[in-house]
């Protein structure tokens, strides 16, 4: 599962909230979310996401989605990946949280991917896993 975090909130005591920061999910969290086998810790994990403001896939972020793939940065297989990026990218998020360390949490995926922001005009983006938060 991924979140991604915006800093500073402009809203201050909205649940979601990690002192200034504030979790977002999108679409594709959903999916994920539902696709977790173990009945307990998918209620677990949903509950936990309940508050978090929802963020939208659309053609901006399918185009860069885009751009992930055909510069390299991402193989098509892992498209959903690449979406992960894009979406928290497009939004202006801050920060992506990820466990995933084979496509996300790599420091040359973030090499590459801001320097494709960066191209795109879009700004820089950290990828992190949680406990760095």
């Known amino acids: ?19 200034m920061e504030r979790f977002r999910k999108y ?15 998918r209620n677990k994990l949903i509950e936990l996401t309940n508050d978090f403001d929802t963020l939208k896939i659309d053609t901006e972020v399918e185009a860069l989605t885009d751009q992930y793939i055909k510069k390299g ?11 992960h990026l894009a979406v928290a990218t497009v939004n202006g998020i801050d920060i992506l ?7 996300l949490v790599k420091r040359k995926t973030r090499l590459e991917a801001n320097l494709a922001n960066s191209l795109n005009g879009y700004k820089s983006i950290d990828i992190i896993v949680p406990p760095e938060l």
């Not at 599962?1 to 002192?19: C, D, F, H, I, Q």
């Not at 679409?27 to 810790?41: H, K, M, Q, S, Y």
């Not at 940065?73 to 979406?83: H, N, Q, S, V």
């Open 1 to 19: 599962m991924l979140a991604v975090v915006s800093s500073p909130s402009t809203r201050e005591g909205e649940s979601g909230e990690v002192g």
């Open 27 to 41: 679409d594709i969290v959903f999916e994920e979310l539902n696709a977790v086998t173990d009945d307990g810790l």
């Open 73 to 83: 940065i991402f193989p098509e297989k892992y498209r959903d990946d690449a979406l």
């Open 97 to 103: 949280l990820s466990w995933n360390f084979e496509h």
